[in-house]
Each structure stands twice: as C-alpha cells, then as structure tokens.
C-alpha cells in the first residue's frame, strides 16, 4: 500500500550539499503498523513528511513514494497533495495544544475538519463530531466541544488530535511523537485510543518515537534511522529478540538493560555526527563497537539479512571488497 | 544534634493568580530535603508537579505556608536574590531555555558574564563543564541548531552547573531524550549528586526513572501530596494512586 524508494532529501548550505535523508526504503501493507524510532534530530520526521507530501517544495528530494494510488507523491501536484491530506491520510502531530487553534472551540475545529472531509452541512458535522469524540474516551463530548484549547488536559487534546486525523477514515495515518509530551498512564490511554481506532478502520499507521517500549508493545514493523539513514528495519520481535546491526543492539541493550551493572544505567559512547558534517563513511563510525576498516571510507550498502535490511558492513562485507 | 534540612516545605499552597474556579495547583505540601538526597517528584500532568518546583527554585511564590532554606526562612527580595545563587533549574523543553544564535561555548559562559567573573575563568570553568557533560570540544563553536535534543539537555545542564550550585532542579529530563541519551544523562546527573555534592530534585511522571535515580519519591495527584516514600525500605502503606503508578513500569 505503501512504497517507498530511493527516497534522499539534500539541501544547499555553506556553499556545501548535505544529505539530510539518504536512500531510504520500506514498504508497508494495509493495517500494518511501522515504528519509525531513532535519535532525535536522526530525521524521523523528515521521512514521514515526505509520505505527507509536506516536502514536495523542496529541490534536492529524490526518490518515489507510491501510496493511496499515486504514482509518486514527491512529484504531486498541490491540488492533489490537499486531495489526498483530506481523504486518505491523517497526521497526529507531536504537541497538539499548539496545533490547535487558540481561539476557537473544540467544536468548530473539529466540525471544520469533517465538512472539509466529508463536505456536509454544518449541522451534520456537529453531529458526526460528537460522534468521533465518543469512541476516544471522552464522558461528555458535547461539553468538550464548547470547549477552548486551553481547557483541555495534554491527554484530552492529543485525543482531539486523534479524532480529527482519523475523521475521514484514512488509509494511513502519520503519528508524530504522539505520546513524548503525556504522563506515564495518559501515555498508554492515547495509544490504546490510536490502536482501537486502527483496529476498526484497517488504517496503515506509522509511528515516529523515541519510545522503544511503544514500539515493541505496539508495532509490528521497526525501523531505526541514524543520521538521515535507515539503518535496519524489520519485524518489532526480530529487532527485539535477534538486533542486527551494532547501533540497534545498543539500543535494545540500553532499553533491555541487558548485560549491564547494578545501577540500571547504560548508554551508547560518543556523539552523532552532525548531520551537517560532510562524511563519506557510515555516520555510526565513530561509535560502533563493531567498527571495519571499510566504514571509514565507504558507506555501508543496505543488505537483507535473516529476511530483514541491514545497511552495515558486518553483512554487506562481500560486495565491499 | 537534630539535622537541619537544606529545604523545607511545610503547608506549601498554591493557586495560580487570576484562576476563576480558585482550584489549588497545590495544596498542604510537606517537604524536607536535606543537604546530597535525590529527590523525585512523581505524578500525571496537572499534578502540581512543576508549579512545585517553580516554588522550590524561588520563581513562583507560595500563597501560603513556609518555605526554609537552611532553616531560615524566605521572605523578602533579598533572601530569595540570595537564593536564587544556590540553586539551578534544568528545563523540561531544551531548545526553548538556549539562544538559538549563540554558539554553545557562549551559552554555557552567560552566567559567569553575569556573576562578573574574569575572562580566564569564564574560559576554563565553561570548558571544565562542557567536559563534564561530555560535550566532544569540537563542538563547542557549534550552533544549538547543529546538536540533537540529547546533546542540548548536557549543554544545558553544563550551564546550570558552571555556578556550582547547592540544588538542582531537574524538570522532566528525560521525557524528550531516546533510550542512550537518557542513560547517559542519568549517568551526568548520578556524577553530580555523589562527586560535587549536588542536591538533585527530580520531576517525572516516569516511575521507572525515578525509582533508578532517587531514594525519596514524593507523588502528587491534583495537587495533593498522596505519598512520600523511601524506596530503600518497606512500603506497604502506599497508596492505591501510587500503587496504580508503579505499576505501569
């Protein structure tokens, strides 16, 4: 349902190119869930703009993303782009009470939303809104819609935010970080709500975290990004039981806690790369355990390894000799 | 001799100016922290939990009830000017507590400027500090744009630290930091408290990371203190709101 290839995003600074996204690929069936996790400042979100069509301006994005029966969104018109934002794909965007407007009730927001969705009367649209807010936990959804943004809880938003996104019942719905601003308990409440409605309407989602907990419990497919690449993506049980590439078994160890003294503490050494910094090798070089020659110098390819891809050259030695 | 605490809390009440329900963000907080504890703050949003610390950090005055310092009381312009010297607060959201147009070096040298020291030892305290936290020197002329979020928080913390203060306030952390930054700030943080002495009061709604770092866990619910407990020892009295909280981990 969606495919993404060859997908780079580059931009002009200093007289200089820079790779922020480089040679991305994956692809996803419908109802599936992908946990897109990584540091932050990785460029997470940058993949997920570009399934949202929300990098399109920019002139050094490469690669196709065919989803919703679009040949290539990178390549959409404006017009089509708002087309497929209205009926086929929702975004829950990571700080909600700043997404949404200050000074209009909940009400109006979300009725707004559903006439540009489903084009009906206004009335109606009150009514389907009561509706959508009914199923997200939600004792008194006609009080909540006489409501103002700032009235709400960081949890009753997000759920507001929710509800819009999956108004129209999309194919896919984009959740950017929607959980790292909420307490522990409002955390998982959210993710259920997300879950339940996935489960209904069959929507593809994909989750962008830095929560390894949510991406385990809740997502079949991981995909872990490092410095604008992906780094290894494959099903949530094998990354979990069976981490392939040495910046994914630092995570798991650092989530796990596997291996490590009595404090409970343990970390990955050493700093990303900036992204702004010109390198020819892998960017995880200067941190890995596990480091070759080769990766100084050369890039490592994306190899599939035990049914999953891997850009590391513990696996992709041969074609590097 | 009976030990002094290095802050007390007793009645602490709050409520926020212009609020027409006149609903409490906080109400009858007890606390007494002592010179080197590590003291976490637990709760879900809207608890009270950074109203709380903004007291403690002396930006926020309480409506009523006593807050000592040393055993001395806080009251007037003077007493919390000199307060304010000996303890820091390390901001929940990173990119918003830096200038975004100063280079890293400058942003950690700011409040030496302030405290006039000279330029010698602005130069050496700041690099000390940046090392500390384990900031690579080659990016010390960076931009707070050129790091990640991680990198920022022990950029601010480098800052907090550089006027050695007594108390540090740690207002969520961790909640913007993946799995390895986290660890490595816990690691920073547990560095502090046991080689420089620093009294840390940490605020999280994450139970696991608090029980990880520190030894008295206070929790709040609606701004109302539920339970204050040690986790070295037994406790079987606790709460269900606070059971319910420990056992999301």
């Known amino acids: 349902m969606i495919k993404v290839e060859g997908l780079c995003l580059s931009v002009n600074k200093k007289k200089s190119t820079f790779r922020l996204v480089r040679d991305v690929n994956y692809s996803l069936e419908q109802g599936e869930t992908l946990a897109i996790v990584g540091e932050s400042g990785s460029g997470k979100s940058l993949i997920t703009y570009a399934l949202l069509g929300m990098l399109n301006h920019l002139e050094g994005l490469e690669g196709t993303v065919e989803a919703f029966g679009q040949k290539n ?13 209205r009926n086929k794909i929702g975004y829950i965007p990571q700080n909600p009470r700043e997404s949404l407007t200050p000074t209009l009730r909940i009400g109006s927001q979300l009725a707004e939303v559903v006439a540009a969705k489903t084009g009906k009367s206004r009335r109606s649209c009150r009514l389907i809104s009561r509706n959508l807010l009914q199923p997200l936990g939600f004792s008194e959804p006609e009080k909540v819609l006489q409501m103002y943004p700032h009235q709400l809880s960081g949890g009753m938003c997000q759920r507001v935010a929710v509800a819009m996104a999956i108004a129209s019942s999309p194919a896919a719905v984009v959740a950017d970080e929607p959980t790292s601003s909420l307490d522990l308990l409002t955390k998982y409440e959210i993710i259920k709500v997300i879950k339940s409605a996935q489960e209904e309407q069959r929507f593809t989602l994909v989750l962008v975290t830095h929560d390894l907990d949510l ?26 039981v069976r981490p392939r590439h040495p910046y994914t078994r630092g995570l798991v160890r650092c989530f796990t806690g596997a291996g490590m003294a009595n404090s409970g503490l343990h970390y990955i050494p050493g700093e990303p790369v900036s992204i702004y910094t010109q390198f020819t090798g892998c960017r995880y070089f200067n941190r890995c355990q596990m480091r070759l020659e080769i990766c100084e110098v050369k890039e490592p390819p994306c190899v599939r390894t035990d049914g999953r891809r891997v850009a590391c050259w513990l696996y992709g030695r041969d074609e590097g000799k | 001799m009976k030990k002094v605490p290095l802050l007390s809390g007793s009645n602490l009440m709050f409520s926020y100016p212009g609020s027409r329900q006149k609903k409490k963000a906080l109400e009858d907080i007890d606390l007494d922290i002592f010179a080197g504890e590590k003291v976490g703050i637990l709760g879900a949003s809207g608890s009270g939990k950074t109203t709380l610390s903004l007291i403690l950090a002396g930006f926020e005055k309480p409506s009523s009830g006593l807050l000592l310092f040393n055993g001395n009381r806080l009251q007037g312009r003077k007493a919390y000017r000199d307060y304010r010297l000996r303890i820091q607060y390390l901001f929940q959201n990173p990119m918003g507590a830096v200038n975004r147009y100063r280079k890293i070096f400058e942003i950690v040298s700011e409040p030496l400027i302030y405290r006039k020291f000279k330029k010698e030892a602005i130069e050496s305290i700041a690099s000390e500090m940046l090392k500390m936290v384990g900031m690579d020197p080659l990016r010390w002329n960076d931009y707070p744009d050129q790091l990640s979020l991680g990198q920022i928080q022990r950029v601010c913390l480098a800052r907090a630290m550089s006027t050695g203060p007594e108390i540090l306030i740690c207002d969520e952390p961790f909640s913007a930091l993946d799995v390895s930054n986290r660890g490595k700030m816990e690691e920073i943080l547990l560095f502090l408290n046991v080689k420089h002495g620093v009294t840390l009061i940490i605020i999280s709604h994450e139970p696991k990371t608090l029980l990880h770092l520190c030894y008295k866990v ?23 709101y606070t059971m319910k909280l420990l056992n999301q981990i």
Request: proline letters at 0%; aromatic letters at 10%; glycine letters at 6%.
């Open chain 1, 73 to 85: 969104i990178l390549k959409a018109s404006s017009k089509e782009i708002r087309r497929l934002r």
């Open chain 2, 218 to 240: 206070l929790v709040l619910h609606e701004g109302k203190k539920v339970d204050l407990f040690d986790i070295t020892k037994e406790n079987d009295q606790l709460s269900e």
């Open chain 1, 215 to 240: 991406a385990f419990k809740y997502c079949n497919k991981i995909a872990v990004v490092y410095g604008g690449r992906l780094f290894e993506m494959g099903t949530a049980n094998e990354l979990y």
